[in-house]
């Protein structure tokens, strides 16, 4: 119960702010929170939440304070995954922290890059959050799902800034996906947008199923490439027009044998180019087979897509 002080002799009030400012009591609460902020920012990634009418959409976590003088890219990696605590999304969508470094290693730098070389990739939270506020807004307005969990991590990858002007993403795990970005490029910004979009929609197809065969891939790319499309209505991505139709087609035979395949090196030769196919086949073949599902199955929703099967898919888009 609060005490009524307008009853109080003014000598009484006087006495009773002598004793307040004796003890401080405004000043220790205040270095106590000062110190405890202080602590969390050493230890804790920056995050920000996405918020619609009191419900939480998305956290974005930034994984991307480090130095690049003098170090190692496994001490680089360690420093950007050091802060990165286990939840029920386990590591960054990753069982064991230690997975989670050896991807860290691979995605984001070329496997003979010489790192020494490389300017540090400074990332600017404010620009790469609104990005993704107003992305995941889009999203979310065409296929809810629950809290999507974002982190971003800066790249050093020449493929990355090369081939996908400076953005590349990977979903390790439902609702959560992780972004790497290269802001030294033109178009990072544009590209930051539609990978946003492109994983969005596997961080839920991961919610449904299991992504284990060459079949897997190349629908639920496939699927990716033409939510982006839909939901942001821009020009294709270099991967999805890398082979027209006639040469999906003509692709697509040749793997017809593989598709069940969980063989990783045949999935990276589909994907990302080999002697015998194109850089980009992959892609290709899966917004090509899903656009030609998309056009005879217009009855479907983007929340009954997801559910179905990549054969029911396949077998459904009049492509073989």
């Not at 029920?88 to 010489?114: C, M, N, P, T, W």
Request: net charge positive; proline share 2%.
């Amino acid at each position: 119960m609060k005490k009524d002080y307008t009853k109080q002799s003014k000598e009484n009030l006087i006495k009773k702010i002598k004793q307040f400012r004796k003890h401080k009591r405004y000043n220790i609460v205040y270095e106590n929170k000062m110190r405890r902020v202080v602590g969390q920012c050493k230890t804790e990634l920056p995050v920000f939440q996405i918020i619609k009418d009191k419900k939480i959409l998305a956290k974005i976590y930034f994984s991307t304070k480090h130095t690049i003088a003098d170090i190692t890219k496994d001490v680089l990696v360690s420093q950007l995954a050091r802060n990165i605590k286990f939840s029920s999304v386990g590591y960054a969508g990753f069982l064991k922290k230690k997975f989670l470094r050896e991807f860290l290693l691979y995605q984001i730098f070329d496997i003979d890059i010489d790192f020494k070389k490389k300017e540090k990739r400074n990332i600017n939270q404010k620009e790469v959050k609104e990005i993704i506020d107003r992305t995941i807004r889009k999203c979310k307005g065409i296929i809810f799902s629950p809290i999507t969990r974002i982190f971003v991590f800066p790249s050093y990858s020449s493929f990355t800034k090369n081939k996908m002007s400076g953005v590349s993403g990977y979903t390790p795990w439902q609702n959560t996906m992780l972004v790497f970005v290269d802001s030294t490029t033109k178009q990072w910004k544009k590209l930051l947008e539609s990978t946003i979009a492109h994983e969005y929609l596997h961080t839920i197809t991961r919610q449904y199923h299991k992504w284990e065969t060459l079949l897997d891939s190349i629908i639920f790319e496939g699927l990716a490439e033409n939510f982006v499309q839909d939901v942001l209505e821009n020009k294709l991505s270099p991967w999805s027009r890398a082979l027209d139709l006639r040469q999906s087609k003509k692709y697509l035979k040749k793997i017809k044998h593989k598709l069940e395949s969980k063989d990783m090196d045949i999935y990276k030769s589909v994907f990302f180019k080999d002697k015998e196919y194109p850089l980009w086949t992959g892609y290709s073949i899966g917004y090509n087979i899903v656009k030609n599902f998309l056009n005879k199955q217009s009855v479907y929703s983007w929340e009954q897509i997801v559910k179905l099967k990549p054969k029911t898919i396949l077998r459904n888009s009049g492509f073989i």
